[in-house]
Every structure is written in structure tokens, then in C-alpha cells.
């Protein structure tokens, strides 16, 4: 077996991770205490006449922290 085949493997990768992740905020029961907006390290989330809003999908780790803090249960990362 030649050393050559063991540089072959993973050449498409990248494009898989940069794959856009899907973010929900339910705006209804958002009261707007900026918790997700101050929690999210990639600045995914702002504020928008009061309520959170999706501001950069792109940037999203999926990380899902947004969701563990809302104390409402708004926000739905898939
Ligand atoms: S899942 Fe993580 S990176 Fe994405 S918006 Fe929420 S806190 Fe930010
Ligand atoms: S943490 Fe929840 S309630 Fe607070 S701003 Fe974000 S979505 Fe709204």
C-alpha cells in the first residue's frame, strides 16, 4: 500500500460544516429580557422593537445556548 492513499480522505468537508443552522424565536412569549441577545458569543441574536431576533444565521454554532437560557422557552434551535 502506498503512502499516498492516507492524504486522500476528507476533501468535502468543509462545505458540510458550514451548513446554515434554523433558528425559531417565538416572539409572542419573548418578553424582552436580552438574555439570549448577551448569551450568544457569535452575535446570532439582537433585539428588535423589543423582542429578539434572528440578526446572523450564518454565525450560528448551533451551540444551543440561546435556548437553555430564555426563561420562556422562545427560542428553538435545530
Ligand atoms: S445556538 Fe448558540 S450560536 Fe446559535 S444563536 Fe443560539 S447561542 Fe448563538
Ligand atoms: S431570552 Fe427569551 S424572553 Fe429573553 S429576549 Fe431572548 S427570546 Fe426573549
Not at 28 to 55: H, P, R, T, Y
Request: aromatic share 2%.
Amino acid at each position: 500500500m502506498g503512502l499516498g492513499s492516507l492524504f486522500k480522505r476528507n476533501k468535502n468537508k468543509k462545505e458540510e460544516e458550514t451548513a446554515d443552522c434554523h433558528i425559531d424565536i417565538n416572539t409572542q412569549d419573548c418578553d424582552g429580557c436580552e438574555k439570549c441577545v448577551i448569551a450568544c458569543q457569535n452575535n446570532v441574536l439582537m433585539m428588535a422593537d423589543e423582542v429578539s431576533s434572528v440578526w446572523n444565521a450564518q454565525a450560528c454554532k448551533s451551540c444551543k445556548v440561546c435556548m437553555a437560557i430564555c426563561p420562556n422557552d422562545c427560542i428553538t434551535v435545530n
